[in-house]
């Protein structure tokens, strides 16, 4: 998208949905501060959950990835 378009999407994101944007940021990071530390091991999910399972995986193998290589430019 340019032009005319893109400035018409920001002015109406900037006047209309970036203060939701914040909010919602706001709550995700309230609510995550004030869960206990083994919340995930209480977690009860249900078939439909399966996608936040396998995102979990890939998220934890990519953070492990990363952890590695940076592992092994610091060790040579």
Not at 8 to 20: D, M
């Amino acid at each position: 998208v340019s032009g005319l378009a893109r400035e018409s999407w920001r002015f109406l994101y900037r006047a209309e949905l970036e203060q939701n944007h914040w909010n919602v940021l706001e709550q995700d990071r309230v609510m995550l501060e004030g869960m206990p530390d083994d919340a995930r091991r209480r977690e009860m999910l249900y078939q439909h959950d399966l996608g936040v399972s396998r995102i979990r995986q890939i998220l934890t193998r990519m953070a492990k990835g990363q952890i590695e290589a940076e592992t092994r430019i610091a060790a040579e």
